[in-house]
C-alpha cells in the first residue's frame, strides 16, 4: 500500500460529502462524513436538541448535547472513548465526528478544524444556489402552470403543442388530436355552493382527466373552466373513445366534501392535418366544443371545415349586428293580442326585428343567438323595450282612450342587468305608460337560470307595478314555485299546446289545467300561435283570456299595428258568458 | 456465581449436495438436530434449488428457532468448495439468544431502509455481554453501502456488522433470501446475535495496490466517472494494460475486472471494490458499492499466493479478537471473485484447508457477492474480501 498522507484527502472526501445533489439529505451526508474521517459517531447538534445522529445510542446524544462547546473533548461511550472535533454549521449548528479509541492526529485535526470553515462556507453557498435555484424553478412553474391544479396553463399547452406537432413520434400511424373540454354550467356550481367548491371540483375534473390519459398524453387547463387533452391516435374512433370516457367520468356524481355534485361537459375534437399551427389546432377543437353545446351539451362533437364556414357567417353577422343597432336598424313590430271577453284588440306584443340593408326584414331567429354569443342581447333588448314603450305610449285604444297593454321580450341577461329596473321607470316616467299595462315576458328558464342575479330586479319592477309575463309556459321547467314567487301577471300557453287543440285531446287536458291553474291563482293567460278558427273556440271554451297568433295578425310595423286598433275584429269564436275567477287575487 | 461463559454454546455446520431439496435438507440438518433446537439456523443454498420448497423443510425441522438464509454461489466448508449445495449453520445453547427480521427495498430509497428495518431486531433482543448483527442482502439491488449505512443507523458504534451480499451463481439475474418460511428479493434478513462469550470478526483480502492513490474526481452512487480528472475506464484499461477485446466488449471486460479490483484509500486499511461493468460510451466503470468522490482510490492486483495467504489468516485474525478466548466455530463470507482467482491459480483446495484452525472446529460460509464487516468506522462493506465470524 502507498503511504499517501491519509489526512490530505480528508478534506476533500468531506467536502464532497456536502456537495452531493441533495444537500438537504443529512442522513446522507452525515454518514458519507463519517465514512470519510473513519468515524463511528457523526452529528449536527442544534443548540438545544441533536438534529440527526450515528453510531450513538439516545442517552449518548445527550451525552454528546452537553459536550457541545466547540472544543475537542473525551466522552465515554459504550463502545469505547470517543475523541471529538466540531465544525461549526450555519445558524449556530454544530457538526461532530467521533473516533473510539484512537484520537486525530495533529495534521487531522488541523484538517477537521479547516473543515469547519469550509463546511460553513460550502453550506451557506449551496443554500444560496439552491435558493436561487428553487425561485428560478418556481417562477417558471408559475408561468407554465395552473396555480389550482397544477397542470400546464395555456402557454405551456401551446408550447408543448409546438413541439409535439414539429416532431410526432410516428407520424405514418398516429395523428395528433386535441380534446377542448368545457364544463356544462361551471358558472352555476360557483353560484349555488361558492367559489371554493368551483375550485374543489375543478380540481377533481383536472384530476380525472390525468387518470384517463396515457402518460405520453398532455393534460393542460387553458382558463376557468376549460381543459385540454392532447393525444396520439391512430384515427377518430380512438380519440372518439377516450372523449365517452372522459364525459362518462365527468358526467358521475364527484363527492365535494360533503356534497355529490353532477354536471356534464361538452367536448371538441380536432385532428390535426400536416400544415395546422397549435392556434388553428386549439380553435378547430373549440369550435368543435361550442357545436357540442349547440347539439344539447354532454357530448362531444367532431370538427370538420362546415364549422369554419358556421363560425365565419356568426362573426360576419356579430360584425353587421354592431352596426345595425348603431345606425338604428333593429325595430319594434308588433303582433296583436286580442281579449275573447271584449272581442278586440287590446294589446300587442314587441317583438325585434332587424331592418337589414341587404337582406331585409329579419325574424330575431336570424340574429339573435349570434347576439347572445356576442352580448349584445342586453343591448337589443333596450331598444325594442325604448322603441316599442315610446311608441306604444302615443296609441289610444278607441274603447278605453288609453295606450294598449304591451309585452316585451326581456333575455336572461337582460332580467340580469342592473339598470333594467332603472330605464323601465325612467320610460315609464317619460311616455307616461301606465305600468299596469306593460308585461315584461321571460322564459322559465330564465327564472331557474338567473334567479340569482334577476331576483333583485325583479323586486324593483314589482315595486313599479310592472307584471311578468312568462312565456313559452310548460316548455322549461314548470317550477310552479315561481309563480308565486314572483309578480306573475300573464302566463302564455305555448305555441306547441295550442297546434294540438282539436286534434290532440292531451293538449287539450293541459291547456285546461294551466287555464284553470292560472284562474286560481289569478292570473291571466294568454295563448299563443292561434291560427285556426277551431283553436280559437276551444281555448275560449276554456276559459283562455286572451289570444296571439296569426290567426289574428302577423307581427307588423307600428304604423300598420295602430290601424289593428282601430278596424273591427274577425275570426272571433263563438263566445260564453263570461265567469269571473271566484278565487282571482289581486296583485 | 456462575461464569457466564460456561453456559452452553454449541455450533455446528451441515451440508449435502443431494439434487433433491428435501432429500439435501434432510442430509445437512441430520448432525445438527441431535444437538437440540438450534437458536439461529442459517440455510446457504445454491440458486439450483427451489428456495421456496427448502425454507419450510428447514422450518419444519428445527421448530419454533429462527431461520435466515439466500441464495449463494457456492458454499464452503473446510477442504472444500461446494457448487450446486446447500450449507446449514446452526448455534444453539442457553449462551446465545437470537432475534431476526426483514426489510424490503425499493426503487427510490434502495437498501437502507430495508437494512434500518431488518436491523430493527436488535431492540428486541435481550442482550447478554456481547453482541453482532448479521445481515443477508440482496446482492444484486444498488449500492451495498447503503445496507451498512441503514444497518449502522439502528446497531451503532456498540454493534459489529458482519454479512453477506447474496448471490444467484453468477447468473447476475436476482438473488433470494430467506426469513422464516418466506423467500425474499430486494431485501435485507438479518439476525441479533447476543452471547456471553466473545464474538469476533477477521478481515482480509490479499490484494495489492498497483498505482498510487489517485483522487476520485468525479464518482455517483455505483458508477466512477474520472480519477485525477481522467476517464475512469481509460485509467483503469490503461494500467492494468487491458487486452484489446477487454476495452470493447462487455463480456470480456467483465471477465477481466473480475480479478482487478478498485480500492477505496481509508485511514489505516483499504477496502475493496468490485468492478463489474463499464460504460465504453461514457468511459466510466461500474462498481459493486459506491467510491465515494472526494476521497482516494487505488486500482488493486492481487496473486494467488497473496489471495491465498489472507484466506488463512483471516481465521486467525479473527481469533485473536476474541480476548484470549478460544473460537468454538467459524462462519466465512468469501467474494466469488477469489474464489475464481483460486480457482484458476489451481490453490481453491488448498485455501480451504486452514491451518490455523483445529480439525474439531466447524467452519462453514458462503460465496458471496459482497462481504459486510464493520469493526470500526461507520463503513464496513467490502468486495473480494474474506471475512470471518469467531466464535467463542
Known sequence: ?587 | MTDATKLERWVLVGTSTARDGATAVQEALAGILGKGEPKLTILFASPAYDLGELAPLVKGAIGSSELIGCSTAGELIRHQALSGGLLIWALGGDGFAVTTAHGLGNTEAGLRDAAHEAAGCLRQLQRKEHTILFLLADGLCGDQMEVVRGAYDVAGAGVPLIGGCAADDMALKGTQQIHGTEVLSNAVVAAAITSNAPMAIGIAHGWLPLTEPMLVTESKGTNLFSLDDRPALDVYLDAHDAPPEARTDSKAFFEFAHTRPIGVGRRNRIEIRYVYGADFVKRSLVIFAEVPEGGMAYLMKGSSGSVLEATSEVCSLAEQALDGHPARAFMLLECVARKSLLSNAGVLDQSLTLPNVGPEIPVGGFYTYGEIARTEGSGGLHNQTIVALALA
Request: glycine letters at 6%; hydrophobic letters at 40%; aromatic letters at 6%.
Open chain 1, 1 to 587: 500500500m502507498s503511504s499517501a498522507p491519509w489526512s490530505l484527502h480528508l478534506l476533500s472526501e468531506v467536502l464532497a460529502a456536502f456537495t452531493v445533489e441533495k444537500p438537504t439529505a443529512l442522513r446522507d451526508v452525515i454518514s458519507r462524513v463519517a465514512e470519510a474521517v473513519d468515524a463511528e459517531v457523526a452529528a449536527i447538534l442544534g443548540p438545544e436538541q441533536v438534529l440527526l445522529s450515528l453510531g450513538v445510542t439516545e442517552e449518548e446524544q445527550q451525552l454528546l448535547l452537553q459536550s457541545a462547546t466547540g472544543r475537542p473533548a473525551l466522552l465515554q461511550l459504550a463502545a469505547g472513548q470517543l475523541h471529538t472535533h466540531w465544525a461549526p454549521l450555519h445558524n449556530n449548528e454544530l457538526l461532530v465526528v467521533g473516533r473510539i479509541r484512537e484520537n486525530y492526529t495533529l495534521e487531522e485535526r488541523a484538517l477537521l478544524r479547516a473543515m469547519g470553515r469550509s463546511i460553513k462556507l460550502s453550506t451557506q453557498v449551496l443554500e444560496a444556489v439552491q435558493a436561487e435555484k428553487s425561485a428560478k424553478e418556481e417562477a417558471l412553474r408559475e408561468a407554465t402552470h395552473d396555480y389550482l391544479t397544477g397542470l400546464p396553463n395555456r402557454r405551456l399547452v401551446m408550447q408543448r403543442l409546438a413541439e409535439m406537432l414539429r416532431s410526432p413520434p410516428d407520424p405514418e400511424v398516429h395523428r395528433l388530436a386535441v380534446l377542448f373540454i368545457d364544463l356544462d354550467r361551471f358558472k352555476q356550481i360557483n353560484d349555488a355552493h361558492g367559489h371554493s367548491t368551483g375550485d374543489q371540483y375543478l380540481l377533481s375534473v383536472s384530476r380525472i382527466l390525468r387518470e384517463l390519459v396515457s402518460t405520453r398524453d398532455l393534460v393542460g387547463r387553458l382558463a376557468g373552466d376549460e381543459f385540454i387533452v392532447i393525444t396520439y391516435s391512430r384515427g377518430s374512433a380512438g380519440v372518439e373513445n377516450l372523449a365517452a370516457r372522459i364525459l362518462g367520468a365527468i358526467d358521475r356524481p364527484l363527492q365535494i366534501g360533503s356534497r355529490h355534485l353532477q354536471y356534464s361537459a361538452s367536448i371538441g375534437l380536432a385532428v390535426a392535418d400536416p400544415q395546422d399551427s397549435p392556434e388553428t389546432l386549439i380553435d378547430n377543437a373549440d369550435l368543435a366544443m361550442y357545436r357540442a353545446k349547440e347539439l344539447g351539451r354532454g357530448r362531444y362533437a367532431c370538427f370538420d371545415r362546415s364549422l369554419r364556414e358556421r363560425a365565419q357567417n356568426r362573426a360576419d353577422t356579430e360584425r353587421e349586428l354592431r352596426l345595425a343597432l348603431e345606425r338604428g336598424e333593429i325595430v319594434a313590430h308588433f303582433q296583436p293580442i286580442i281579449s275573447l271577453r271584449l272581442g278586440r284588440v287590446v294589446g300587442f306584443e314587441a317583438l325585434a326585428r332587424w331592418r337589414h340593408p341587404v337582406r331585409g326584414l329579419l325574424p330575431p331567429g336570424a340574429f339573435l343567438t349570434v347576439a347572445e354569443e356576442a352580448g349584445l342581447i342586453g343591448e337589443i333588448d333596450a331598444v325594442v323595450l325604448r322603441n316599442a314603450c315610446r311608441t306604444a305610449a302615443l296609441w289610444r285604444d278607441p274603447a278605453t282612450g288609453l295606450p294598449p297593454r304591451l309585452s316585451i321580450n326581456v333575455s336572461a341577461r337582460g332580467l340580469a342587468d342592473p339598470s333594467l329596473a332603472d330605464r323601465v321607470q325612467r320610460l315609464l316616467v317619460e311616455t307616461a305608460l301606465n305600468s299596469s299595462h306593460l308585461y315584461l315576458e321571460i322564459t322559465e328558464t330564465t327564472l331557474v337560470e338567473e334567479v340569482a342575479e334577476a331576483y333583485d330586479n325583479i323586486n324593483r319592477l314589482k315595486a313599479l307595478g310592472v307584471r311578468l309575463a312568462i312565456d313559452d309556459f310548460g316548455t322549461g321547467y314548470s317550477s310552479l314555485r315561481y309563480l308565486k314567487r314572483f309578480p306573475v301577471g300573464v302566463i302564455k300557453i305555448d305555441r306547441s299546446f295550442v297546434d294540438g287543440l282539436g286534434e290532440d285531446p292531451e293538449d287539450e287536458v293541459i291547456v285546461e289545467t294551466v287555464i284553470r291553474m292560472a284562474k286560481f291563482l289569478g292570473i291571466e293567460v294568454v295563448a299563443e300561435g292561434v291560427e285556426t278558427l277551431q283553436q280559437a273556440s276551444i281555448l275560449g271554451s276554456l276559459g283562455c283570456d286572451f289570444l296571439q297568433g296569426y290567426l289574428y295578425g302577423r307581427p307588423e310595423d307600428a304604423e300598420r299595428s295602430e290601424q289593428l286598433l282601430h278596424e273591427p275584429l274577425l275570426n272571433l269564436p263563438a263566445r260564453e258568458e263570461d265567469q269571473p275567477s271566484p278565487n282571482k287575487l289581486m296583485r
